[in-house]
């Protein structure tokens, strides 16, 4: 049975108005009608708006809503290829250590007083050296289930990377150095500019351009190891491809955003009750149901209070009853 396309027409037009409408928010509100007469302006079809509603698009809310998006549907399609691969409902993309990875190379990078380009780099660095060392730990160790290993592998690099971020940040200065750690901890999208979407952009193109390409193989590699091989699926190349999409896409997000969570949990489950479980319809429901989510969660975080509230306090606070409630009503055997 074919899945209604209800839940295409509901993510589509859940993130066109929730970008319009993010467009709006703000110290300087910018209206709708402004935002027409940039697109039209853009378009060829009119005069510019003024310079001030001119600079706030394109400068302050245009990038901040883009890099929202996405990162939002970077760790939703990461999150869904993750629980595809390990046909594991509760995988999130910080599974294989690589959320703690990244972390831990903002913070040094934060304590070695380093640029915020250079911050970034260290912590996308470090969300790719995570996973290399899980993968290492897994070829290592032999005699046992490939995906068990990673998983318990990455749960053992996530916890030695927490230590490690909690020794910078007791010899980190708690009058500088600290605070500025904690709230990157937090997650933010408040320092986006332009020239952040210049690394964001080809990395979730490049994360989720194999993804989408093999994600009939992701589908047939749900049925098992075993299974999957009878019908000629190369497990481990997939494997390791699908790993590499996922962890670049997680990487880039955390790196320019800090740790950011449940996105990559709880919106593969909403998508999947609306287009079903074959990925090759959840990839693209997840990136625009996950884009939607994180749009309106940090649309939420600074425009609802005079200081603008982290966003990981404010997906943890979302999430977490609408994943009892999906928990609570779901059927059993989740794919």
């Avoid at 290492?136 to 230590?163: D, N, Q, Y």
């Avoid at 997939?238 to 999409?245: S, T």
Wanted: with cysteine.
């Amino acid at each position: 049975m074919t899945p209604s396309p209800l839940g295409w027409i509901l993510f589509v037009a859940a993130l066109v108005l929730l970008a319009a409408f993010a467009f709006t928010v703000g110290a300087y509100p910018v209206r709708l009608g402004e935002l027409w007469q940039w697109l039209a302006f853009r378009a060829g079809q009119g005069g510019a708006p003024s310079a001030t509603v001119l600079a706030v698009i394109e400068n302050i809310r245009g990038p901040r809503i883009l890099a929202a998006v996405l990162i939002g549907a970077a760790l939703a399609m990461a999150g869904a290829a993750y629980q595809s691969l390990f046909r594991n409902p509760l995988v999130s993309p910080d599974i294989l250590g690589v959320s703690a990875g990244a972390a831990l190379g903002a913070v040094l990078g934060i304590f070695l007083a380093l640029p915020v380009g250079a911050v970034q780099a260290a912590s996308f660095a470090g969300g790719l050296a995570a996973v290399v060392l899980v993968y290492g730990v897994a070829r290592v160790v032999k005699g046992h289930e490939p995906l068990l290993v990673l998983v318990l592998g990455g749960i053992v690099m996530g916890t030695l990377f927490s230590a490690g971020i909690s020794i910078v940040k007791v010899l980190a200065d708690p009058y500088n150095q600290l605070p500025a750690i904690t709230f990157w901890l937090l997650g933010s999208l408040a320092g986006v500019q332009q020239r952040d979407l210049l690394a964001l952009i080809p990395a979730a193109i490049i994360g989720m351009a194999p993804l989408l390409l093999l994600r009939w193989r992701i589908d047939i590699m749900t049925l098992g190891e075993e299974e999957a091989r009878a019908l000629g699926v190369e497990t481990g190349r997939v494997r390791v491809m699908v790993i590499a999409a996922a962890t670049l896409l997680t990487a880039a997000a955390v790196s320019l955003c800090g740790i950011v969570g449940w996105v990559g949990l709880v919106v593969p489950h909403l998508a999947r009750l609306c287009v079903g479980p074959a990925f090759a319809r959840l990839a693209p429901a997840c990136g625009l149901a996950g884009g939607a989510f994180l749009l309106a969660v940090d649309t939420v975080a600074r425009g609802a209070a005079d200081v603008e509230v982290p966003l990981g306090i404010l997906t943890a606070l979302i999430g977490t009853p609408i994943f009892l409630w999906l928990l609570a009503t779901a059927r059993r055997g989740w794919n």
